[in-house]
């Protein structure tokens, strides 16, 4: 069975497989071994998004993730780094087109069971963001937040530090409730 090296979620695993295999080396082995693995328990993916107001692009958060964490656990961070008080549903549109129920992934009060996803069953190592694909995030569908999601980086990293994590602010989050 061979991969086609063009297809971003081969790439992605072959990348795994070559910090994976960088991990392991050689170090004062008895005879007989031949590797001792360095990485443990503790070694995570963490991906960093770029997340900015559709409307205002010069409000953005930066949030770190662990790979096995969930979209719904990305809109928990979000929520938290925009100052929002009061939980509405959401939607994720991974093709980066609004409305597109084909690619929606969305809060539980939300979800129908026939063309809905849940944003609860689908892990962030799974959404494939590679190469500057952007994603869409929609927080209250009244008032209608869109939000411009951008994988930055994925970064092996061996911590015990709680996820997710707002790491960089960048302008003053809008009411949530906006004053008419």
């Known amino acids: 069975m061979s991969l086609d090296p063009g297809n971003a979620g081969a790439r992605e695993v072959l990348n795994r497989m070559e910090i994976a295999e960088k991990d392991m080396q050689v170090k004062d082995a008895p005879s ?51 100052d929002r008080y009061e939980e509405h549903e959401y939607s994720f549109f991974l093709s980066n087109k609004a409305y597109d129920r084909e690619s929606e992934y969305t809060s539980p009060g939300l979800y129908d069971g026939r063309t809905g996803k849940l944003a609860t069953r689908i892990r962030i190592d799974s959404v494939e963001l590679y190469g500057g694909r952007k994603i869409l995030y929609l927080f209250d569908h009244n008032n209608e937040w869109w939000h411009d999601v951008e994988l930055m980086s994925v970064t092996p990293k061996v911590t015990r530090a709680k996820y997710p994590r707002v790491v960089t602010k960048q302008g003053k989050s809008p009411p949530q409730y906006p004053r008419l």
Do not use: C
């Not at 770029?50 to 809109?75: A, E, F």
């Open 32 to 82: 007989g071994w031949e590797r001792i693995p360095l990485a443990s328990s503790n070694t995570h993916f963490i991906h960093r998004f770029k997340v900015s107001l559709k409307n205002n692009p010069d409000i953005w958060r930066i949030v770190d993730i662990k790979g096995n964490q969930m979209l719904s656990t990305l809109h928990k961070a979000i929520f938290k780094a925009f």
